[in-house]
């Protein structure tokens, strides 16, 4: 079992949005900053948002992330059927000096 | 651009030492978190550890000691053994390029750049 929680699947159709939750503790989530990385299957993940709600170079503005006490949230926007992939939520635990994931969510695009 | 290229065998026995390099191009060795996280199939991702490049490391405590992992920066590369090897470590293992940083009284550590990510098998 992940330390950190999210549902294990979510579905939208074209051009809705849709938001995808990751919860935690005090030792991770609520006193670490929350990741996030997609991956399409058969290929490695890709960060999509880091630091809570920032986004690296080249990735559109349709992705989002936001962070209250110790839950995450990262939303979609103009979603497309590229967007069908697996998300994944990660940070650091600071009790186990360790990084840490939440199990997954596999995002369809009906 | 930084890219990161696993190699190593796809196919280990049981109870034996699992190794697996990654070799950084596009970019120095210097600075930064190099990480190995990996994926058994059908499931997530699971965090192995990671070396910083004045050589501190840290490990996921579920590994039990098993896995070191290890830097070589005069060829650009680092590496992961994981001793003692079962069925449960078959998995795709991949390497990253981690931040870990402390910032505005927290920490983030993110990973920015993977790996294409390799198979490895456990399997008599």
């Known amino acids: 079992q992940s330390v950190l929680t999210q549902p294990p699947s979510v579905s939208a159709a074209p051009g809705q949005k849709v938001t995808i939750s990751c919860s935690g503790s005090?030792?991770?989530?609520?006193?670490?900053?929350v990741s996030w990385y997609q991956q399409v299957p058969g290929t490695a993940p890709k960060l999509l948002i880091y630091?809570?709600?920032k986004r690296p170079s080249g990735i559109p503005d349709r992705f989002s992330g936001s962070k209250s006490g110790t839950s995450a949230a990262l939303g979609i926007t103009g979603l497309q059927t590229g967007d069908e992939a697996d998300y994944y939520c990660?940070?650091?635990?600071?009790?186990?000096?360790?990084?840490?994931f939440g199990g997954g969510t596999k995002l369809t695009v009906l | 651009q930084v890219q990161l290229q696993e190699s190593g065998p796809g196919l280990v026995r049981p109870s034996e030492t699992l190794s697996l390099t990654c070799t950084v191009s596009?970019?120095?060795?210097?600075?930064?978190?190099w990480s190995w996280i990996r994926q058994p199939p059908g499931k997530g991702l699971e965090w192995i550890g990671y070396?910083?490049?004045?050589?501190?490391?840290n490990y996921n405590p579920s590994l039990k000691s098993r896995a070191t992992i290890s830097l070589d920066t005069s060829n650009n590369h680092f590496s992961l053994k994981l001793s003692s090897v079962t069925d449960a470590d078959t998995a795709v293992y991949y390497c990253?390029?981690?931040?870990?940083?402390?910032?505005?009284?927290?920490?983030?550590?993110?990973?920015?750049?993977w790996g294409t990510g390799t198979t490895v098998t456990v399997s008599s």
């Open positions: 990253a390029r981690a931040e870990l940083l402390w910032s505005s009284g927290y920490y983030s550590y993110f990973m920015d750049v």
């Open positions: 596009g970019g120095s060795i210097s600075s930064y978190y």
């Open positions: 070396i910083h490049y004045s050589g501190s490391t």
């Open positions: 005090s030792s991770n989530i609520g006193d670490t900053y």
């Open positions: 630091e809570n709600n």
């Open positions: 990660g940070t650091w635990h600071s009790s186990l000096s360790a990084g840490v």
